[in-house]
């Protein structure tokens, strides 16, 4: 069950939740959410997610995986916080690394950070679609736990100055 959200009582504030991963436009949600969150005093909180191990049987391969998956969850996570301080952002954001399926961890975040108010994603630009976490959070249709903005992955950082 979903605890209650208490971005706006004593010691809170509203959080934007975004997904990071390799795909252009993950920057574009990037963006909007750290401008939404530093012009409303909100804060940000990113998560990548680690896909789960297939090395299971062979615990020394596993371990190094997950060492190697770490190191470039670290990485990702350093080069988006390199751009919102090269986008003249001071924000801090909340980081978190998880290991499993995306649509698991992204709802366990949900569940325990009461302060996460909005999940902020990008939609593909490409023919493929909206991308695979855009498309789920679409099949769930009213049964998500926050409210979603979905940032178009080709809006300009001006177009979202602008709007954010």
């Known amino acids: 069950m ?41 804060g940000l909180a990113m998560l990548y997610v680690v ?13 190094i995986m997950r060492a190697e998956a770490q190191a470039e969850a670290d990485a990702t996570v ?7 301080r090269g986008a003249g952002l001071s924000l801090v954001p909340e980081r978190h ?10 709802i ?11 999940l ?6 490409g023919k493929e679609g909206p991308g695979p976490l855009v498309s789920m959070i679409g099949q769930r249709g009213g049964g998500f736990p926050v409210p979603v903005t979905i940032v178009p992955g080709d809006l300009a950082d001006d177009v979202i100055e602008a709007i954010a």
């Open 2 to 42: 979903l605890r209650t959200r208490r971005a706006f009582e004593e010691g809170h504030k509203r959080t934007f939740l975004v997904i990071l991963d390799e795909t252009p436009e993950c920057e574009r949600a990037v963006i909007y959410a750290a401008r939404r969150a530093e012009r409303t005093g909100g």
């Open 51 to 63: 896909p789960p191990s297939e090395f299971q049987h062979w615990l020394g391969v596993e371990e």
């Open 78 to 84: 350093d080069r988006y916080v390199g751009l919102l």
């Open 97 to 106: 690394v998880r290991e499993g399926a995306a649509h698991e961890a992204i």
């Open 108 to 118: 366990a975040l949900i569940e325990e950070q009461e302060d996460i108010a909005i």
């Open 120 to 125: 902020v994603l990008a939609a593909g630009t």
